[in-house]
């Protein structure tokens, strides 16, 4: 009985010491209408062997990389993690404290979490970052509300093409805050229109996702432009990290916040979470940053050390006064994301960049030379763009699901005005073979 360690012996010496008759007195404090009163509809306890073939008989329906060839991203990506980052996750050194308050036993973590500070920092452009927040999401919201402190407004600006979902999350955190926010237009090319009066004397952020969540990639320095010219902060987010490896960093276009979604380092995608979400911003705005902050030290006798830093207890237990009521930070999301960028190194996660970015134009020549599918929007992308279909995009994905291929995301509840499309991720684990298959049956070709 793996499961229910407890023997009725067990049971009885238990209720003995707390001087309980039976499980019924246990429960007497608890209203009988409150009580279920028969036993749960469960099937019979069984052998751990037969127990573990019927969840791997259960698991096996769902479709996964290692089952399928997988074209689907949206925020989530599937990414190859070599068997190292694993193995060195699960090392002594980071076994600690989780809440690492007490350094002189955290100093694995806390080095850690230094270490992912500073490459974040060199990625996106900026001198200071967090210690990581919950996911991208909640990063781009505690953003907002840092912009808001920092300036002293209450409009919020997004440019078109934030993800769907951050939007909603964004409304969640500000709307008990009386925040206004507005939301610009798309260009014919895909991109991010110009603002233009939608910024104003109010706006205390215009947020940007770079790229955007329908692939294109935005003019980050002609947003800042405007943002800056009114007093705005301008933030941009990410769901996909690795284009920071290709892509111009942020910060120096003008770009006072990056924040997003660190997943494709290294995170299992894990139908959806728990995921890594990060946050940066310029030296000035250091006190009015949310979550935590490590820093480097040397202890009485010299040797280098690594400590929480302006983390303040209000941030913990006095939440009115706080920045933020992120209390802690994705550790060992963060932790695999850090070994999986040491292991990578800036030479090899560059080539990884670039091969996602030779993988998706070789997809796009294919689709431009296929009859009934189209490429909606001419703006450069990284690894993921828009296809056009000549049929309902529901009947493209079962055909392909049938075929053992997850061909991308129905944009029917996202950007109806482009008729039936697809988003369509092709990360590394795209081989050609699988790319020409995925345009066939976009096109409505048999398996």
Request: glycine share 8%; with cysteine; charged share 20%.
């Amino acid at each position: 009985m793996r499961y229910i360690p407890h023997t009725e012996e067990d049971v009885r010496h238990m209720l003995g010491v707390i001087g309980a008759s039976d499980i019924d007195a246990l429960l007497a404090a608890v209203p009988k209408k409150l009580r279920l009163g028969r036993p749960l509809d469960l099937p019979e306890a069984t052998s751990e062997q037969t127990l573990s073939r019927e969840l791997h008989a259960m698991a096996e329906r769902n479709a996964n990389p290692a089952t399928h060839d997988w074209f689907l991203g949206a925020g989530t990506y599937a990414h190859f993690t070599p068997s190292a980052v694993d193995a060195l996750a699960s090392r002594a050194e980071f076994y600690t404290a989780y809440t690492p308050y007490q350094p002189e036993i955290s100093q694995g973590t806390l080095q850690v979490v230094f270490e992912w500070q500073s490459m974040v920092s060199e990625l996106v452009g900026l001198p200071v970052a967090n210690a990581s927040m919950y996911d991208g999401a909640s990063a781009t919201a505690e953003a907002a509300l840092m912009a808001m402190r920092v300036t002293r407004r209450d409009r919020i600006v997004l440019a078109d093409g934030l993800h769907p979902h951050y939007r909603d999350v964004l409304a969640t955190y500000v709307g008990g805050l009386g925040a206004e926010v507005v939301t610009g237009e798309r260009a014919a090319d895909g991109r991010a229109a110009p603002l233009g009066s939608l910024v104003d004397d109010r706006t205390a952020c215009v947020i940007l996702q770079q790229p955007g969540f329908l692939g294109s990639v935005q003019d980050v320095r002609a947003i800042a432009e405007e943002a800056h010219a009114h007093g705005a902060l301008l933030i941009v987010t990410t769901t996909e990290a690795l284009s920071l490896a290709l892509l111009e960093a942020p910060g120096k276009m003008g770009t006072d916040i990056v924040c997003g979604e660190a997943q494709s380092f290294g995170v299992p995608m894990s139908f959806g979470g728990p995921h890594l979400g990060f946050l940066a911003t310029a030296q000035k705005f250091l006190r009015q940053l949310p979550g935590r902050l490590v820093g480097e030290t040397v202890d009485t006798e010299g040797r280098r050390g690594y400590v929480l830093t302006l983390s303040t207890r209000e941030q913990h237990i006095r939440r009115e006064r706080a920045t933020s009521n992120i209390c802690t930070n994705q550790g060992l999301c963060l932790l695999l994301a850090t070994i999986y960028l040491s292991l990578h190194g800036k030479v090899g996660l560059r080539k990884l960049a670039e091969a996602n970015l030779a993988k998706a134009e070789y997809a796009k020549a294919r689709v431009r030379a296929t009859p009934g599918l189209s490429l909606p929007f001419p703006a450069a992308t990284f690894n993921e763009f828009v296809v056009g279909l000549s049929e309902p995009a529901d009947l493209v994905l079962a055909r392909a699901a049938e075929a053992k291929l997850i061909a991308g995301l129905d944009l029917a509840p996202y950007a109806s005005d482009l008729g039936p499309a697809l988003l369509v991720c092709t990360t590394e684990l795209a081989s050609r073979e699988a790319i020409d298959r995925l345009v066939g049956l976009l096109a409505g070709e048999a398996s």
